[in-house]
């Protein structure tokens, strides 16, 4: 499969010279903070959906999901159920408040109730820790395609997507980045749909008959039908449920997309239908999935005789578009993946950027006391280099499934970002202490046990043996999150605490009267 594929490199510098566009637009339009971290909270609720929508719909859902089919049968549904009851954990508990009671980033949401410096760094701290695994995990499944298709190395893949992200971010800040995602959406969707009808024919559209073929495909047979392929033992199984349900919540991108529309009311119809947009993607991912088993297993163009797949097995969703759809349809798909990489690390950099500028520079090390300028500029310099860093960073794990990958910052997230927004929304008793008692040892343990697990002890760092024998450290660590911070906050009878424990009133007030009219606020 080697060679220049013409029709992906002319979409893909289609798609690349569009973005371009829209950045300078953008740029034309981004003055204030306001504007650079949140689009000036104008974003409609659709157009936030499927912007939503897209930072999920990324390159560990079509290139390692589809892959994760493949090897492990329904076991990779566990990553799918996990992501549906999550956004609607999102919908049902969060959305409202968090509008009402945020400006760019959740950390607003905490410190307008807690002390409002040390909660500032450790939110910065725990948004690096989720977007810097989760930019690595998108440029791997960048740096596969474009070694495989484009004739260009790893490294020159990886440096071409970090440099495009950075520049979406630097100049066009939030408007820009929501468009990328928009459109990226819109192609990912239709592609998804096309190959999913594509891969259906092949078989008659009778599922039956290709679930039977996939059976038949697979080294396992119908095992790849039942649980325990991939997952074997119930701890590695809850901690990844509980990641997706607790981390998708505490995604920090994810979050910043609530302060980008103007109200609750857009905030709750903007996840209606991300929910609806990635619910269906997922289904059609899976489906994909189980036809490539069909269609690809013993074709030694894609599959070695141990039935690996050559480059990878985030390579799959590739390889089942060329055999379907000829060379024309794969390099379509190719540089539709390739842009949904891109746009998915420009809303991750600018969480992290605005992590850095907004939460510790602007509000701990100034106090406040800085203009929108300058703090637009602190955001910029930092976003390029978080970038540089990305980039480095992403040499390092060029083999391993960005599906997998991907699962790291969400437990990060579920560890060190949810437990206090959780409990700062509806717990009254949480302090400043406990608060950061809790996040700091939820992030050590999952730090800990995400480096000691099988997934980067054995196949990065090249061990025998892992000391932590569980694929996710996510039940240990949010459990330790939580426990720590309700004990602490429970002893805890500082001053400071008793600060803490009455702002809970007021801000359950203020989450209230976000819903009425901006006209009664103003009153």
Same mark, same amino acid.
Request: hydrophobic share 55%; glycine share 12%.
């Given at each position: ?92 508990? %969060? ?115 290709? %679930? ?307 006209? %009664?606020?103003?009153?």
């Amino acid at each position: 499969m080697g060679g220049l594929n013409v029709t992906a490199i002319i979409i893909f510098v289609g798609f690349v010279g569009a973005s371009l566009m829209i950045t300078w637009w953008a740029a034309n339009r981004t003055k204030s903070a306001g504007e650079f971290y949140t689009a000036g909270g104008t974003i409609t609720g659709m157009q936030n959906g499927l912007a939503l929508a897209g930072d999920f719909m990324s390159a560990a859902t079509f290139l390692g999901l589809t892959g994760l089919v493949f090897i492990g049968g329904v076991d990779a549904m566990l990553f799918t159920t996990g992501i549906a009851v999550g956004w609607a954990l999102i919908l049902f508990v %969060f959305a409202d408040r968090l509008r009402n009671l945020g400006r760019f980033t959740f950390a607003d949401v905490v410190a307008y109730r807690l002390q409002s410096g040390p909660l500032r760094v450790l939110a910065a701290v725990g948004t690096l820790t989720v977007a810097i695994p989760y930019l690595i995990a998108q440029m791997v499944g960048a740096g596969s395609l474009i070694e495989t298709l484009f004739g260009l190395p790893y490294w020159a893949a990886v440096v071409i997507v970090g440099t495009l992200m950075t520049t979406y971010v630097v100049f066009g800040g939030m408007l820009a980045t929501t468009w990328v995602q928009v459109i990226k959406a819109v192609l990912l969707l239709g592609g998804g749909t096309m190959l999913l009808v594509l891969t259906l024919a092949a078989f008659g559209f009778n599922l039956d008959a290709m %679930f039977a073929a996939a059976a038949d495909a697979h080294p396992r047979g119908e095992s790849i039908f039942g649980p325990g392929l991939m997952y074997t033992d119930p701890i590695s199984v809850i901690s990844l449920g509980l990641a997706f349900l607790l981390g998708t919540a505490g995604l920090p991108h994810v979050l910043m997309r609530f302060f980008t529309v103007p109200d609750a009311q857009q905030a709750r119809r903007s996840i209606g239908y991300a929910v609806v947009f990635i619910g269906y993607f997922q289904a059609a991912v899976v489906l994909i999935g189980f036809g490539a088993v069909a269609l690809l297993s013993g074709q030694t163009e894609y599959v070695d005789e141990s039935g690996t797949i050559a480059g990878g097995a985030n390579m799959v969703s590739v390889y089942l578009s060329r055999h379907v759809g000829g060379e024309a349809f794969l390099g379509f798909m190719s540089a539709v993946a390739f842009a949904t990489i891109l746009a998915v690390v420009a809303g991750i950099l600018l969480s992290a950027s605005a992590g850095v500028a907004h939460d510790i520079y602007a509000r701990v090390i100034r106090k406040g006391n800085i203009d929108d300028r300058e703090e637009v500029r602190v955001s910029r310099i930092a976003t390029v280099v978080i970038g540089a860093t990305a980039i480095f960073l992403s040499l390092a794990v060029k083999d391993v499934n960005v599906g997998i990958l991907s699962t790291f910052p969400l437990a990060i997230a579920a560890s060190v970002n949810f437990p206090a927004i959780f409990l700062a929304l509806f717990w009254k008793d949480l302090t400043t202490r406990g608060a950061i008692a809790g996040g700091v040892v939820g992030l050590i343990v999952v730090v800990v046990l995400s480096i000691l697990s099988p997934t980067i002890w054995v196949q990065v760092l090249g061990h025998e043996t892992a000391p932590y024998p569980y694929a996710y450290p996510t039940l240990f660590s949010a459990s330790a999150a939580f426990i720590v911070t309700i004990f602490v906050s429970k002893l805890d009878r500082s001053e400071r605490a008793a600060i803490d424990r009455s702002g809970y009133a007021e801000q359950l007030v203020r989450s209230e009267l976000g819903r009425k009219p901006e006209k %009664f606020l103003r009153k």
